[in-house]
């Protein structure tokens, strides 16, 4: 069943304890003799509003008792000796709310304001027993309406607890596992990329010194292992990770602009506005969208030059990374992975990425991130 749906029911179902508590209460209140007065019209209307207005005590519990109370009140005052059934409805479910206090000092005054109301309107002039005996009655029915409603009240609490603590229970489980892939990939994997990546580094140096030419496999298997290397070495981090160690953000983009200067690019970085009280989740993506365009601008794009430019605005961070590589509108390379991972961040915090050929070649990466210095 859809929320939407279920919101529904409960609506109807609202309206259905209003209408037929406001049936209840006019019922009882016509079946006594009383004349077509203005008084007895404003009672029978005091009747129907004070179980009509039941239908809003889930969203305005605290509004629903004060006028419950005093149509209860109004219409006791007019002649109608007709309990106060809304009002113990209405108790009912601003205990269930959480309201206990504002209900208490609701409930005494309203003990104290039905008597008055019944003996001004001569209801009870048949002794003061059967007003003490009243007066004890309505009491049991208040207690009873309110620790109904902290009985429910905390079983909702309860019920909220246990599935907060199945939560926790299912993210600890969650990165458990998640070490222990961490652990069984280092074990399968570092070493067997180690040996490779060494046997490789052997073999160029060996051929180097005897002065023959090195094969370009030999070469692009020694430099695939050096990134294999680093690759795992990035992701066993990430799966290590556990919270414990602070994230990457945007104080750590100048370390990847100087590592990818020092592969032979000639990257710049420029940074604008004032860069304190960036979210951490903002400046995680900035770095992650730093990291994955110069790594492709080092692996696809064939450039010389690369510029990154941060814009830390008031309400918004703007990146733009440009390169002069060999891509054009007609050679535009198909979106990857890292591309895809990347707009998904920046869709993640309601922001817009654009991936881009430029018109004189090259490409362009422009995000635009949403600060909420609150977070």
């Known amino acids: 069943m859809s929320a939407g749906e279920t919101g529904v029911r409960g609506r109807v179902g609202e309206w259905g304890i209003a209408v037929g508590v406001a049936t209840a209460l006019l019922v009882?209140?016509?079946?006594?003799?009383?004349?077509?007065?203005?008084?007895?019209?404003?009672?029978?209307?005091?009747?129907?509003?004070g179980g009509l207005v039941l239908a809003a005590r889930r969203r305005a519990p605290?509004?629903?008792?004060?006028?419950?109370?005093?149509?209860a009140a109004g219409y006791q005052a007019a002649g109608f000796d007709v309990p106060a059934v809304a009002y113990l409805f209405a108790v009912y479910a601003a205990v269930r709310a959480g309201y206990r206090t504002i209900t208490v000092a609701a409930s005494v005054t309203m003990l104290a304001a039905l008597p008055l109301a019944a003996l001004a309107s001569g209801l009870h002039d048949t002794g003061e027993a059967f007003a003490q005996a009243r007066g004890a009655l309505e009491i049991a029915w208040l207690i009873a309406a309110g620790a109904a409603g902290e009985a429910l009240r905390q079983a909702e609490r309860r019920a909220d607890e246990a599935e907060r603590t199945r939560e926790e229970t299912a993210r600890r489980r969650a990165d458990e596992e998640r070490l222990r892939i961490?652990?069984?990939?280092h074990d399968s994997l570092t070493h067997q990329i180690s040996v490779i990546k060494v046997q490789s580094e052997v073999a160029v140096h060996v051929a180097r010194r005897r002065g023959e030419q090195v094969p370009q496999a030999l070469l692009a298997i020694q430099e695939a292992g050096r990134e294999a290397t680093r690759e795992l070495r990035a992701t066993l981090q990430a799966l290590r990770d556990d919270d414990t160690t602070p994230p990457r953000g945007l104080d750590n983009v100048p370390e990847l602009v100087e590592r990818a200067s020092r592969t032979g690019l000639e990257a710049t970085l420029t940074i604008e506005g004032q860069r304190h009280g960036v979210p951490t989740a903002v400046g995680r993506t900035v770095y992650r969208i730093v990291q994955e365009s110069l790594t492709n601008i080092a692996r696809h794009a064939d450039a010389a030059t690369a510029s990154v430019r941060i814009d830390c605005g008031p309400d918004v961070?703007?990146?733009r990374i440009d390169d002069d590589g060999k891509a054009t509108h007609d050679t535009a390379p198909e979106p990857g992975v890292g591309l895809?991972?990347?707009?998904?961040?920046?869709?993640?915090?309601?922001?817009?990425?654009?991936?881009?050929?430029?018109?004189?070649?090259?490409?362009?990466?422009?995000?635009?991130?949403?600060l909420n210095r609150t977070s």
């Open 340 to 370: 895809l991972g990347m707009r998904e961040r920046v869709t993640a915090l309601g922001g817009r990425l654009r991936a881009q050929p430029r018109g004189g070649g090259g490409f362009t990466i422009q995000a635009e991130l949403p």
């Open 317 to 319: 961070l703007a990146i």
């Open 182 to 185: 961490a652990r069984e990939l």
């Open 28 to 49: 009882t209140g016509l079946s006594e003799q009383h004349s077509a007065t203005g008084l007895d019209l404003l009672g029978y209307t005091l009747l129907t509003a």
């Open 62 to 71: 605290v509004a629903v008792l004060v006028v419950a109370g005093l149509c």
